[in-house]
């Protein structure tokens, strides 16, 4: 069972497309594409981070999903509050299970949601007044919360509010940290930006608070882990690792973070980075500002965990590289016994994934250790470099489709028949009712963690779980069968 | 005059970051690369040429700079 050739799947690409009419065709045809390993940067082949076409059903969210939902939203001590409408804050709340310790309401804020509540006397006399009560109102209730994000919704550009001074002028009342966020929604063609303004703002209001203060006492084996934001516990089965071989992990970024953690990063000696996309921004100021380098890993699979933990290791003296060989050698029969188990059981699968911004290529080595074989990838807003990054890792012939409509995804699907399809809740009940088996891999279909050794044990639990339900041939009704089957012979 | 970030590789090159575009290429040949004279015109990889403003001294990298699009 291989993927389709090239020649097949450049003709279904063709077909799909010819249902547009002509200028959405041309805009579409520049986005999909099939993948040739040779190709050196994806430019050539594949066009990302455009505008979706009026009309089609995009998959893609908001600059606020990306700086609220995404970067700002995991961190537990502060409150973000959702300035603006009450819907974008109460429809995403919680959703993204970016678990954390603490007490919730107490010292942990996660889960919550606070909101503005904009009614239309805000939006003609402007919404300060409320949101300088609002927070006034939070320091009461909440007095043990370490400060305060205040992420913009789309009226808040739109008349006009000055939250800068807001900020400022609380920030000094209470002497805790009040970051502004611009992440309207309509920014930006997709939550791409939000993570880029999210970033910034770290930058600009957070990072240099402890600019002057070297009261931290580093060690040569501190590391920073950025881009995890423990979904599922992702972060904790990733930190067990590094610290099992010898690091000690400074901040975690954001997943299960605290403010504190953002202000002591640019005292680590290296950060880690593992979302590419959402954080590179940030990896690459602290580079420049603080010396302090990044480098990129990929904890899916025990593949890539055994090459990121060398990569890792390489950074550091022969006491961390002794005790990456170590964390290696604890786990290999443990992975070997869960390779063992459910391989047999997956081997030669099709898979086809459709999501956020580094998915798809981090967990082809995941699937591979499993005999699994990724025959199409997409993302919903990764950039140029993000499929730089990915062809390396993909087949020859796999589909490539950037921010794909639901009826090319449907096409692509019913045509290629993978024996799973990995993509967001918007997506799984369609797949799941023509009767192939889905696995929602934005958070992990409620399951997780799926990072580190431990995370890769549920991962091949799930995909087992998922694939080889009994439930799938039960969809069709057994006179439709009968019917079916009559009229194939 | 894209803003871009120039950077040393692990290999000891130089790469060329423009954020605005996601592009990151190594720089194949800068005029002044000696002691005393640092930047003048970039060629990259890709075959795109930039031009950097010639420094006195080689900066520490990474750094953000502005370039002009040749």
Redesign the interface.
Known sequence: MCAMKREEAEALIQEVLEVYPEKARKDRAKHLAVSDPNVE?A?KCIVS?RKSVPGVMTIRGCAYAGSKGVVWGPIKDMVHISHGPVGCGQYSRAGRRNYYTGHTGINAFGTMNFTSDFQEKDIVFGGDKKLEKLIDEIQTLFPLHKGISIQSECPVGLIGDDIESVSKKKAKEMDKPVVPLRCEGFRGVSQSLGHHIANDAIRDWVLPNRDDDSSFESTPYDIALTGDYNIGGDAWASRILLEEMGLRVVAQWSGDGTISELELAPKAKVNLLHCYRSMN?LA?HM??KY?VPWMEYNFFGPTKIAESLRKIAALFDEKIQEGAERVIAKYTPQMNAIIEKYRPRLEGKKVMLYVGGLRPRHVVGAYEDLGMEVVGAGYEFA???DY?RTIKDLGEGTLLYDDVTGYELEEFVKRVRPDLVGSGIKEKYIFQKMGIPFRQMHSWDYSGPYHGYDGFAIFARDMDMTLNNPCWDKLQAPWKKAEAAAKAA | MPSV?I?KTEAGGLTL?V?K????EMIVSMEHEGPGRWGGELTLA?GSRYYLEPMDTEP?L???LRVKRL
């Open positions: 940067q430019k981070n921004y690459r580079e420049e010396g950039h140029n470099d730089d | 970030m950077n970051y954020p575009k996601d592009l990151e890709d520490r990474p750094i953000t």
